[in-house]
């Protein structure tokens, strides 16, 4: 079945330095990849929607400038939280639409990331 | 708004069967899914129902009416390790997935 690798599982960085998750999908072509963050006891809350090759689409509330997304090709997207602060802790995922495939939605095994 | 609703939390015995409960209101329809996410852990796909009817896998079925926004997720010979958040997803009229908060079901022996 489809894999999306996701890298790396947790992360503990210091307030003001930047984090970059990576989302790879390992047997297929990923033209749409999907950032979740989900806090405790919370439900997914999407953050952007990234396609190969193109600026990716932000959700109302989620900061562009802080949240940087690259899909600069199909079985690779990152994720770069910038000068992360503690509020930015949370458990981020990804998720790979397939092409072609109506209901292909593939989750990455998601980062955990505490800023200290 | 786009709204889906599922109860916060369930609990049920092993052995038995359990029926979670998720209503939408959304714009436009394209499909509904039933995921399940243990804690610390990201979601794992169980089911997909984009007509009406019962779809059924294993010891997991899932019945879809949309004439009525209206979805549940059966569970049935519960085990403990079915311990999960169970999270209902619905596809809108842009193909994007609008998702419920989830239901937390806890197993008792």
């Known amino acids: 079945g489809a894999v999306v690798s996701q890298h790396p599982s947790w992360v503990i960085c210091k307030s003001g330095t930047s984090v970059k998750i990576e989302c790879r999908s390992l047997?297929?072509?990923?033209?749409?990849m999907f950032w979740y963050r989900q806090f405790p006891k919370q439900s997914l809350m999407l953050m952007a929607t990234s396609n190969e090759g193109s600026k990716a689409t932000y959700e109302q509330g989620v900061e562009k400038d802080k949240f940087l997304i690259n899909h600069a090709s199909l079985t690779l997207s990152t994720l770069t939280v910038t000068s992360a602060h503690p509020e930015d802790s949370s458990f981020y995922i990804c998720s790979a639409a397939m092409t072609g495939e109506d209901y292909g939605y593939t989750f990455g095994s998601g980062t955990r990331l505490t800023v200290v | 708004g786009q709204n889906i609703d599922q109860p916060t939390e369930m609990t049920a015995t092993e052995g038995a069967i359990v029926q979670i409960n998720c209503t939408y209101q959304t714009s436009g329809f394209n499909g509904l899914f039933w995921y399940q996410q243990h804690a610390g852990e990201a979601p794992t796909f169980l089911s997909y129902?984009?007509l009406d009817g019962l779809e059924e896998k294993g010891r997991f079925s899932s019945f879809l009416s949309r004439s009525k926004g209206y979805s549940y997720l059966l569970l049935k010979e519960l085990q403990m390790k079915d311990s999960a958040s169970y999270l209902c997803a619905v596809k809108d009229s842009n193909y994007q997935l609008i998702w419920g908060a989830g239901t937390k079901l806890i197993i008792k022996p």
């Open positions: 047997d297929f072509q990923a033209t749409t």
């Open positions: 129902n984009v």
